[in-house]
């Protein structure tokens, strides 16, 4: 399963944001984008994950295992998302929280042994009733990328992940994800401002302003 983006073009106004954009991203590949500040980064993550603002416009091509998706709303494109902010819903327990990203036809013993599953290779065995509250940063990064998976996305979108996270934390981590993304074997695009954040060996692609 690859993602690829074919002349990916943003506009605002009539203004181009950057160059037009051709990538296309292996399964287990983690491309980064790099530029700085007010290039156009997350709105490009907007874009491939389908909610780019109305003041945007977008042309070219967005494909996801070869489907397009371009046009799909957000909730048909399968395309996971991870924040700096942890996001996670204050109102629910961490179960809860992770139960959210499951299907709803998944019966509930099997539902919670999928949470329990997920916690376990965390390291956050018993962490279901916890409140999200209560959790560290590190612990609420976790938590976050374990939500984002457990959809089973076909892809996964980074924007500045780690950016909030001490140097110790942020490369415990910046492990935890990439691993967890190379298990699955699934395409991811990073934004950072930070190339320590960049995978080894991976791609870095800088945003040219059109």
């Known amino acids: 399963m690859c993602l690829e983006l074919e002349n990916l073009h943003i506009q605002k106004q009539g203004t181009s944001l950057f160059d037009p954009v051709n990538l296309v991203i292996a399964p287990g590949e983690i491309a ?14 907007s874009a491939v994950s389908g909610s780019l603002d109305p003041v945007f416009t977008l042309t070219g091509k967005i494909r996801l295992n070869g489907r397009e998706i371009t046009s799909l709303p957000m909730e048909d494109r399968n395309i996971g998302i991870l924040f700096q902010e942890d996001l996670l819903f204050p109102h629910m327990d961490i179960g809860s929280n992770l139960a959210f990203a499951l299907r709803e036809n998944i ?11 997920a ?27 374990l939500r984002s998976l457990l959809a089973r996305p076909g892809a996964l979108l980074m924007d500045e992940p780690f950016s909030r996270l001490d140097q ?13 993304i190379e298990e699955m074997n699934i395409p991811a695009l990073l934004v950072t401002h930070d190339p320590a954040d960049c995978p080894g060996g991976g791609r ?7």
Do not use: W, Y
Request: proline share 6%; charged share 25%.
């Open 32 to 45: 980064t984008l790099m530029g700085p500040s007010g290039c156009g980064k997350s709105t490009l993550l």
């Open 107 to 117: 019966p509930g013993p099997e539902r919670r042994a999928l949470v329990g599953r």
């Open 119 to 145: 916690l376990e290779s965390a390291g956050l065995e018993g962490f279901e009733k916890r409140d999200p509250s209560s959790l560290s940063g590190g612990q609420k990064a976790r938590v976050s990328l």
């Open 168 to 180: 110790t934390l942020k490369a415990v981590i910046r492990t935890f994800v990439f691993s967890r």
């Open 204 to 210: 870095i692609i800088n945003l040219d302003k059109g």
